[in-house]
């Protein structure tokens, strides 16, 4: 049974960092690709950042700059380091990990990022 388990969020002042790390087990499958969403309330997921298997990185547009996406393949894990924190950061945000052959979507159960102004 595939988990996907996430840690490191937590609350921080505008400006600060945070590391979110993700740990993928009971996977048998090819990863192809790695990534972070967020939620904030009212509002729809959204893509942060992506990496792929051959580490071809992706980011949202307000991510770029700040954020970065890294992976450690033998771990399966992914991570994600935030830095500039601002309010508008906050979120709950869900590691999320495909694998081939058919495109498999895998969820984690979120961690919550407050950033206070």
């Known amino acids: 049974q595939v988990q996907v388990v996430e840690s490191g969020g937590g609350l921080v002042q505008a400006g600060g960092s945070l590391r979110l790390s993700c740990l993928v087990s009971?996977?048998?499958?090819?990863?192809?690709?790695m990534g972070w969403y967020r939620q904030a309330p009212g509002k729809q997921r959204e893509l942060v950042a992506t990496i792929s298997s051959d580490d071809a990185t992706n980011y949202a547009d307000s991510s770029k700059g700040r954020f970065t996406i890294s992976r450690d393949v033998p771990r399966n894990k992914v991570y994600l380091q935030m830095n500039s924190l601002r309010p508008e950061d906050t979120a709950a945000y869900y590691c999320n990990v495909r694998a081939a052959p058919f495109n498999y979507n895998y969820w984690g159960q979120g961690t919550q990022v407050v950033v206070s102004s």
């Open positions: 009971g996977i048998s499958f090819q990863i192809t690709s």
